[in-house]
Every structure is written in structure tokens, then in C-alpha cells.
């Protein structure tokens, strides 16, 4: 049972000009999405940079207008509420940012970032929400001692971890990570994908995990979406998508993640080349500065049907 649920969502930003400054386009970021959340699963959501991934996390979170569709938290529409009916879901809903740096105000000792939220939402008192700190900082792995400290004196997985602490200090039931390791290296990228599947088990969290790396979300996530030009062309389980892409676009992706291994190496240079011809047809034909998804010509027809059911009215 989903305890939210996102209905044919869009932002679109106006593009003004002229001598007027009037709007003179649209930016279609999130053009018409749809998505159920269950409690303890991790959803994906891949795509190139520019498709929109970050606005879907920023409009979900309210960081964003919207310019049109509806999204449902627990029961209540809670789409254009007011900030004392939305409260519950600002509490429950949470992100963590791509750049831990900036998304930590670098004025503010660690105790006070962290006790932010808890401010806001669990009504503690002083000695309570101490408490409530060192707890946090112990489930992200910080010594103490790190609460007196300001964010500059931390390195970039410690500081994404103190991003985590702040971010289930009010126990969300979904945390929004917006390309959370891609500013890290390799190593301390597993340390902290690690450590959020931990805690989701914990703690039943469940997470939309925002990436244009396939490998990552392959390793965090039970469901992926695929997104294209604002809208999802193709949206399935770990194993549809990785074992079984239908969509031309999802198989480009897919394809150009590195394979070292020798085996088989020939058939999926033979099998890319293909891929990217295919999609290079298509772009071509169908490509202008307002072509959406719903251009590309999927690659079978049943599939044609499929990704695009979900775009009510698209066609
Ligand atoms: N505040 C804004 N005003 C106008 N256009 C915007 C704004 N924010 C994003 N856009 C545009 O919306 C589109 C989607 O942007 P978004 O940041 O969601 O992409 P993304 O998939 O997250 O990319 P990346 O992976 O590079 O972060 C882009 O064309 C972007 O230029």
C-alpha cells in the first residue's frame, strides 16, 4: 500500500524575452509524471543531465511551484495546502543534497544544523534534543565531539554524512537524495551507499534515488523509472530494466556503461553501434528545441503502447 502517490505531475518554467520581457516559451523540466511511494523501497530515477531529475525531487519537497498535477500524502491532497495542514508530510519528506558543502550552513556548529528539524517539528526539550544529537551522530558514525565543529572542518563524506543525520532527525518515511555521492570519490561513495541501505533497513525508510549514474541506482534501488526530456519513458523493476530494456533510450544508457570483461566484448560493441544508430535516426527525424519524449519511436510497438499509456492525454 503506497503512502504517496504522484499524479501526472509538470513544472514548466517560463522563458521570457523581447522588449516586453514577456513569456515568450515554456522549459518543459517535469512534463506529466506519475509515481506511487510503498514504505522501505528505494526508487531510482536516471536520465542525462537536463531531463529533470533534480526539479522532481525540488517540486516534491516544495522547493518548487507546480505548474499542474497533484501529489497525495497519506490520504490528503496535499498539493496547494497550507504549511500547518502540510506539516506532517514536511517532516516525513526530507532531502539530501548533492553538495553536502553547500547544503550546510557553513556558520552553524554541527549540534545546530542537526537540531534544525528537530526544532522545527519534534517539540523536544533542551536536554531531549542533546540527546536526540549524539544519537545521530553516533547512527551516522561521528564521534561527539563532531557537534561543536563547523561544516569546513570535515571532509566531503563526513559532511554528507552530518547532511544524513539532519535528514532523519524527524525518522522520515522518504528521503529524497539528489545525486548524494556523485560529488565524492569512489571509495567514500561506497561507504556512504552503504551506509544508506543500512539505515533504510533500520529504519523502514524508503528513498527516490536521484542519479545519471545507472550503476549507482542498479546498486540502491528496487525500482527505476527512466527519464527523458521531462517524462518517463520506461519505468520497471531493477531486473526489467537492466535485463530486459525495452525503450531505445534505456538501452542507450545501459549501453554505455563500461564493461571491462572480454568476454562477449565484440557482440556489444556490435550491439552499442547499433543503439546509437537507432537513436541517432530517430533524434534526427523528430529532434527540434521542443521535442519531447513521446518523439522518439520506442523500440517495439507493444513497448510503444506501454511507455506511453502512462502519459494521459499525450498523445
Ligand atoms: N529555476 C529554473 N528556472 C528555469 N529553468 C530551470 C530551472 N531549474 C531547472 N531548469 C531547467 O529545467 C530543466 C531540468 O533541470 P534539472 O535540474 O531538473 O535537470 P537534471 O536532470 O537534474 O540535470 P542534472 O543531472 O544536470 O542535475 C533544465 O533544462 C534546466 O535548465
Redesign the pocket.
Known amino acids: 500500500m503506497s503512502f504517496m502517490q504522484i499524479h501526472n505531475l509538470k ?1 514548466h ?3 521570457r524575452g523581447g522588449i516586453l520581457n514577456s513569456v515568450v516559451d515554456y ?1 518543459y ?2 512534463d506529466g509524471i506519475s509515481m506511487e511511494f510503498e514504505k522501505g523501497k528505494a526508487y531510482g530515477l536516471v ?12 517540486v516534491i519537497i516544495g522547493l ?1 511551484k507546480i505548474t499542474a498535477g497533484r501529489i497525495c500524502y497519506e490520504g490528503v491532497d496535499v498539493t496547494n495546502s497550507n504549511n500547518h495542514r502540510k506539516s506532517a508530510f514536511n517532516r516525513d519528506i526530507q532531502m539530501i543534497f ?1 553538495d553536502a558543502h553547500s547544503s550546510l550552513n557553513p556558520r552553524k556548529r554541527v549540534q545546530d544544523i542537526i537540531a534544525e528539524p528537530i526544532r522545527n517539528f519534534l517539540k523536544l526539550t533542551p536536554k531531549e534534543e542533546k540527546r536526540k544529537i549524539h544519537e545521530l551522530l553516533e547512527i551516522v558514525g561521528m564521534p561527539e565531539d563532531a557537534k561543536y565543529k563547523y561544516p569546513h572542518e570535515f571532509s566531503g563524506g563526513q559532511k554528507q554524512r552530518i547532511g544524513i543525520a539532519r535528514a532523519i532527525a524527524t525518522n522520515p518515511k522518504l528521503i529524497i537524495a ?2 548524494p555521492v556523485s560529488a565524492l570519490d569512489l571509495s567514500v561513495q561506497a561507504q556512504v551507499l552503504n551506509f544508506m541501505k543500512e539505515i533504510q533497513r533500520e529504519y523502514g525508510l524508503s528513498y527516490l534515488f ?1 542519479s ?1 549514474d545507472l550503476g549507482v541506482v542498479q546498486h540502491m534501488c528496487e525500482h527505476i523509472s527512466i ?1 527523458y526530456k ?1 517524462r518517463f519513458v520506461e519505468t520497471g523493476s531493477k531486473y526489467d530494466i537492466y535485463k530486459n530494456p525495452q525503450h531505445i533510450y534505456t538501452k542507450r544508457l545501459l549501453s554505455a556503461i563500461p564493461n571491462t570483461s572480454p568476454i562477449g566484448r565484440d557482440e556489444r560493441k556490435k550491439e552499442r553501434i547499433l543503439v546509437e544508430k537507432h537513436y541517432q535516426e530517430n533524434v534526427r527525424k523528430y529532434f527540434d528545441r521542443q521535442a519531447r519524449v513521446f518523439d522518439l519511436v520506442p523500440v517495439s510497438k507493444t513497448h510503444f503502447v506501454a511507455a506511453t499509456s502512462s502519459m494521459k492525454g499525450g498523445f
Open positions: 513544472v518554467y517560463p522563458v522549459i523540466a517535469v536520465g542525462e543531465s537536463g531531463c529533470g531529475k533534480s526539479t522532481t525531487g525540488k518548487e548533492q539528489d545525486e536521484i545519471h527519464m521531462g
